[in-house]
């Protein structure tokens, strides 16, 4: 009976540590976006996305001129 007296408190104790917690929590936005998680796990991150190609493909213009140039 006496191990309640030291209980009691300390739970009480405990309580207001775990709502000042969540208040903090509330506070700062840890809860405001609560679908972007859900949307986030169907999304596929190991698939690399498609790159534009740059490369230019040799026409046959610039080939002619390419041999042209070599020539001289």
Do not use: C
Request: proline residues 4%; without cysteine.
């Amino acid at each position: 009976m006496e191990v309640i007296y030291g209980l009691i408190p300390s739970m009480i104790i405990i309580g207001i540590v775990l709502v000042v917690i969540l208040f903090w929590a509330i506070k700062s936005g840890q809860f405001d976006d609560l679908e972007g998680d859900a949307h986030r796990i169907l999304m596929d991150e190991d698939l690399t996305p498609m790159k534009k190609k740059t490369d230019k493909q040799p026409t046959e213009q610039s080939e002619t001129d390419n041999k042209k140039n070599s020539e001289t």
